[in-house]
């Protein structure tokens, strides 16, 4: 058949496949067809395609396959190429002569070379598996071109030539190429040398329409023969059947892969047998690491993952075909994780037993994860693998419900040289047979040399469990820096005494969390264990405080404020998060401002609210440490925001605040304007101190003379206005004019005192002038930057020369001429040159102002100490030489010099001992001489209000606590005093009394007083018991002015004699009974309110402490009370039953009389009240025991009582008629207490002439109620 000619036939193939498509070489050859028929075709190769055209015009394609779909290439006969594509054959032959190859040769080399161009690094026998050419010298070429490519000579592009790849699976797919993907990968990946492809980086290929992840396939398919990426990454990804697929296959052809990470990709068991399957089929990869955690596995996907567990063995993954010429080296798989994958105890003992069996996996295995499985069946495979020596460094078991205590029998004998991670949380521990501890437990943590971090949290530990791991980690000294997780273990009280005793001598912590265990008001003795510890610089806290009363809480943050406030403290980081602390917060913010230790704070979910937000504001004003702060869920207004940003504007050590989402979302529903100005301010704050910054030193020493001063000024100034009050007192007496020295010696104190008060800034002036005369470190800094210029400079003209030479050696014909070369050098030297501005700014500017702050520090610790040491010893001497000049012994006993005075001072012990002791008694005596004269002459006791000076200065951290806000106090409720502080006293308790003229007009009759009959010998052999002590009850009226509200009644050593009370008692004892009785009728009525309508149980935590409180107080009032009445109640029974039959009749116009008899006693005194106290006569003193003394006395105070008793029976008819109330009271017996003659006025002690005298200021139809309201009273 004829051929048309070639230029038409080429002009028809171009139009036929289109202008896009370029085609690399021609040719003409012959088809057998049917019999010994042969056609013409036209093979045309592309750049990855294989076109078969008809050799007609106008042309058409007969027929195209890619070069991937190519099996074999096969050439026996010189003019023959045989072609294997999808196991058919094709046989081609030339036109021309039959010895000649060349247009063979050229076909074959033609095919390779457009392979190479797309897979550089993968030798062709890769993808072609088939290649036989006979001879051998025909694909010499064709072999130099393989070792051209493989030896790195040539040029890959980027990512391993990703780009072409692509295009080249997008042509085998049938599918768009996209260019946004390519431009990802090579200019994203490479700028950032990423050799992990992650499928997510290209899920917005999904809105381009296209159905069930199709753009990924060509993606996922350019890893097949790509060596730049050696970690495949489709995690948390939803893939559609042909793109897990398309993985498969990548797995069973790449030479590369040594990461593949396909977690919660919906996989299921099939998945997990084709996997096996496609990695045992490929021996050449270098796998280290597969994850297929949060797949539904079960144990029979897992079966098969057994058998190649069980065959893995490290290769040298490619090192004779890869770019790199040295190859990698071999490497086994170190990474497994299985996690949440359903398995149960029986697919774990296979995939165990497959661990032991294969001899490379104890070396190799560096990661086991098994987290999420049920292992609650026994894993004695896993137990049997874990006991061997293995290289496993991180063994995650958590929330497998296994036996913690099994598990560490096995480690104990395997896993005590590598394992470095172990995570055992969520699990039990041990079993319900044995409660026993295994003394494995305790012996792991002695004897492991490289663990690192323990995760115990959510385990329910025992008691002997934490102590084990505590005890065992304390005896350990190989290992150091370890991270240790307790938390959510509700470790309780029992715990929490465990942690106080041990943790401070585990000195191997770095990081602690005790997180959520309900330590609640034992966390304070905690913390002020844990800050003992000097290792742990990572501290978690949080969630131990939402069930505790508050004024708990006051003591748990003073523990936490002290531990920060320590000067060796090396806490770094503290989390006390979501515990709901509101105010109790606030201590711990004003202990923030002068912290030099915390540089990592989280103190959110604690309702701080903008009280809060402005403590933390003043805080960040003055702190220079803490770099990060977590401040959420704090219920913090715009206010609050404001007041941080503005705080933020001075501080340039804060670098990371996460955003407030939670807060923030509140306050851009009120003003979102607003709301966004403020974050953007404080955004902008932190962006700038990410950038290293020199600040001034001056600030840091202004601080630490306000902390100095602030607590030294008053007392340093009363101590010398003390001493120089006793100088210029022996100076004016002139009594001892040997003690000269001793007066010099205590101006000269003076004088130092003064001096001292500034000393600081005089230290602060020191470095000021040392600067302005020309800092050393500044100037150092200088030169070095300036040498360092040089250096570069020479080092980056030297890099020029070399880098022409080896242009030079490369292109020889180029470069050959001088004047280009001389070119190109002085363009190399225009861009090699670096600004002297640029490496100043670099050395003085950014590592010089670290270097410059961390001295300024350096330099503000030095003048804080030396000026705190000096005052100390003024404050010390002052009080010295002022306590030995008033006695008189300074001046006989001091030296004559100041030098040998200040050595004596501090001379020995004995000495410093017994002036101690003087002390003491001389400050015992000022306090009993001020107890016992409350004369107007002293007043001190009416000094209360005024804030007392400590004799004590306090120590230097706590002077930068800041003290309270009254605006947060304001604020908060009211909280409860704390049960250690001392009792609170009234201002004007002590006070003169005005003195009384006038009695009393409130009659004296009590309701609470009427009792049931008792038996006269009921409680008084316990009221009166021998050997005790009879109780004092005071007699004074409960409505007089010196009666007391409170009153405890045991005490009787403290009770003294007053001028206006008289009898044998004192005026105390004379209120106690009328206070006790009152008290008594008010808790009783008190109690059926009570009873009546009971409180709702459902309150606030501070309401609920109020309320116990006041139960508490009533309950003990009541109690006391009670007790007091029965037994006054039971001693009256008695005088009532030794009367005589006739007063039984009379009880009621009795009451009455009491009242006047009362009256007039008190008219009596207010007459009388300068006389003499004495006792009463014929009332003997009440003693111990009981005999018929007290009987007779009681029956002669009732007979007393009777003589004032009207004797007109007509009368009483008479009242009876016109008040009918009062004869339904006749029934009514009212028994009285035997104690009315002692229910005295104040006028009571005046001398009784006669009986018949009566007060000038009392007449008796004042005094006696003759209408019988007695009754009432009583009744009432």
Known sequence: ????????????????????????????????????????????????????????????????????DIQGIESRKPNQLCLTVCDRVYTYYTTHEENSSHEVDTMVLSLGTALKNIFPAVPLVHIIRKVDIQPLKRIQQLEELERATLGGTRDMGPCGGFSTQYMCMCDYHALPYREEVAWDVDTIYLSHDTREL?????????????????????????????????????????????????????????????????DNIGAKAEFANKLSLALLSNSNIPLQKLDLSHNPLEDKGLNTLCGLVAKLSPVAGGAIHISNPIGRQAKGLSHLNLSHCGLTGKGVNMLAHSLSVNKYMCQTLTFLSLAGNSLRDDVNNLYNFLAQPNALKTLDLSATECAIDAV??????????????????????????????????????????????????????????????????????????????????????????????????????????????????????????????????????????????????????????????????????????????????????????????????????????????????????????????????????????????????????????????????????????????????????????VSPMKYSNGQAFRLQQGFLLSSTQQQVDRLVLQTGEVVRTIRRSGSDLGGSNSIQWAEGLITDADSSKQLITHLHDVVLRRDEAGNPIETKLHQLSADLHAVITNYLQDTVESMVRSAQDKCPNVLSEEKVVNDVRAACLAKSQLSSELVESAIVEQAGSVILNKVNEVNLAIASTVSDRVIDEVVESLSKTCKNLQSGEGPRK??????????????????????????????????????????????EYLNLATPQLASKRKSLHGRKLRPQSVVAESLDSVSELPSSCGQLQHLGKARPRRVKTRAPTRPMGRADLVEEDHDISEGVDTFFRPGSSTPTTPLISPDSENSPRLLKYGSTSSVESSPHTGGGRTGSERGSIESLTRSDSLARSESDVTRDSPRPRTKSRDTEEEDEEEEEEQSMEEKSSRSVSSLIGKLASEGVLKRSPDMSARKASTSSNISSMDDKSRSEEDCKEDSPPRKMAGLPKIGVGIGGNILAEMKMMQEKRTSFLPKDDDRDKEEKKDNPSSSLLASVRLRSTGLADSLKSPTNGFPRGSSGNKSPNCNRDSCIDTTGTGGDLGGR
């Open 894 to 939: 001091r030296a004559s010099t100041g030098t040998e005075m200040g050595s004596r001072e501090r001379g020995s012990s004995e000495s410093s001992s017994r002036s101690e002791r003087s002390d003491t008694v001389s400050q015992g005596d000022d306090t009993t001489s001020q107890k016992s004269d409350p004369s107007p002459l002293k007043l």
């Open 408 to 689: 560490f029998g096995a480690l104990l004998r395997g896993c005590t040289s590598s394992l470095a991670n172990l995570i055992l949380s969520r699990n039990s521990f041990g079993s319900k047979k044995t409660r026993e501890m295994l003394p494995s437990f305790k012996q792991y943590f002695t004897s492991t040399l490289a663990l690192k971090t323990l995760t115990l949290s959510q385990c329910k530990l025992p008691a002997d469990a934490l102590k084990n791991v505590l005890l065992g980690l304390a005896c350990n000294e190989n290992i150091s820096e370890v991270d240790l997780d307790l938390s959510s273990n509700q470790l309780s009280a029992t715990g929490a005494q465990i942690l106080e005793s041990c943790i401070h001598g585990v000195r191997c912590l770095a990081a602690l969390d005790i997180s959520d265990n309900g330590l609640e008001t034992q966390l304070g003795p905690v913390v002020a264990a844990i800050s003992k510890n000097k290792s742990i610089k990572k501290l978690n806290i949080g969630r131990n405080l939402n069930n505790i009363k508050s004024k708990h809480v006051y003591h748990v943050m003073e523990s936490v404020v002290q531990m920060i406030q320590e000067e060796d403290c090396v806490l770094e980081s503290l989390s006390i998060n979501d515990s709901r602390l509101k105010t109790d917060l606030h201590n711990l913010l004003n202990a923030l401002g002068s912290n030099h230790c915390l540089q990592s704070l989280d103190i959110s979910g604690n309702y701080m609210s903008d009280s809060g937000a402005r403590l933390l504001a003043k805080a960040l004003q003055i702190n220079s440490k803490l770099q990060y702060i977590s401040y959420d869920r704090n219920n913090v207004t715009l206010q609050g925001y404001s007041d941080i940003a503005y705080a933020l504007q001075s501080n340039y050590s804060v670098k990371f605040m996460p955003f407030p989402v939670h807060d923030a979302m509140l306050c851009m529903k009120t003003a979102p304007e607003r709301t966004e100005n403020i974050m953007r301010r404080i955004q902008d704050t932190l962006y700038r101190n």
């Open 198 to 262: 992650y499928l997510h980086d290209f899920d917005y290929l999904e809105q381009k329409g296209m159905d069930n992840n199709r753009d990924l396939i060509p993606i996922i398919s350019a890893l097949e023969y790509n060596t730049w990426f050696r970690k495949l990454r489709a995690s948390h990804s939803k893939l559609s059947h042909e793109a897990i697929e398309r993985i498969l296959h990548v797995v069973s052809k790449s030479l590369s892969l040594e990461e593949v990470y396909l």
């Open 1 to 68: 058949m004829d051929c048309q000619p070639l230029t038409v036939l080429n002009d028809s193939i171009r139009q036929c496949l289109g202008r896009k498509v370029k085609l690399t070489l021609k040719v003409l050859v012959k088809v057998e067809t049917r019999g010994d028929k042969t056609d013409n075709r036209v093979l045309a190769f592309a750049s990855c395609r294989l076109f078969v055209l008809t050799a007609k015009v106008p042309t058409r394609v007969d027929q195209h396959f890619h070069y991937l």
